[in-house]
């Protein structure tokens, strides 16, 4: 069946350092979606990506979408303390959409 | 303007029991999708409603069903209650059947003991 994975599981950076999450497809998406989960919160959207290649930026957040449209990367430069959370994609397969695993980030000041 | 609200927002239960979950979706939005969150998991998707009907599932057994109002509220309900069926349930709503922007509401967190 259809499977969405996420790495790292976790990650620990000092504040200021990058950090970057991989999101890995069984199967040819048609869009990604990107969303965090503060803890105890609920999933809020960043951002949703359709075309292979895609590139897109939110400030210090850059967010791809691989040729194959089978993968996907956010990456966060100079990590805050407010980056702190759970970063989902969401492939998109018909008309479902298959949530990753996730990856906690944990922001050391 | 009110985003998705859930209701409620904790709730306890006995296995074998039978539990009605309520969403109300952010002004406009027409479609609503329900997720189970278990702890430290990514969301899994159950169903989507659109135009009072259920229009996607998920790998979730006939145990969970679920409405849609006229209004666009949705319920999510849930029979014959297992202890694997502690979660926080997620609603999330969007304009039309077409993928957008997902709003999620805060969940209830349902305790099944």
């Known amino acids: 069946g259809q499977q969405v994975m996420q790495i790292p599981q976790y990650q620990h950076v000092q504040e200021g350092e990058d950090f970057t999450t991989y999101c890995n497809s069984s199967?040819?998406?048609?869009?990604i979606q990107w969303y965090k989960q503060r803890p105890g919160g609920h999933p809020v959207f960043l951002i949703q990506l359709v075309k292979s290649g895609e590139v897109k930026k939110q400030k210090r957040l850059t967010f791809q979408f691989g040729e194959a449209k089978k993968n996907s990367s956010l990456h966060i430069t100079a990590t805050q303390t407010t980056d702190v959370g759970t970063y989902f994609c969401?492939?998109?397969?018909?008309?479902?959409?298959?949530f990753g695993t996730g990856t906690s980030l944990t922001v050391i000041p | 303007d009110a985003g998705v609200t859930q209701s409620p927002t904790h709730l306890i239960k006995t296995r074998g029991q039978q539990v009605t979950l309520r969403c109300s979706p952010k002004s406009g939005h027409d479609t609503v999708s329900w997720y189970q969150q278990a702890l430290g998991q990514g969301p899994q998707f159950i169903f989507q409603?659109?135009?009072?009907?259920?229009?996607q599932r998920g790998n979730f057994p006939d145990r969970f069903s679920g409405h849609q109002f006229p209004n666009y509220s949705s319920e999510l309900n849930v029979n014959a209650l297992l202890l694997g069926d502690s979660a926080l349930y997620l609603c999330?709503?969007?304009?039309?059947?077409?993928?957008?922007?997902?709003?999620f509401g805060q969940g209830t967190r349902l305790t099944v003991v």
């Open positions: 999330a709503s969007n304009r039309g059947r077409v993928s957008t922007e997902a709003f």
């Open positions: 199967t040819t998406l048609s869009n």
């Open positions: 969401a492939g998109k397969t018909g008309n479902q959409f298959y």
């Open positions: 409603y659109y135009e009072e009907e259920e229009r």
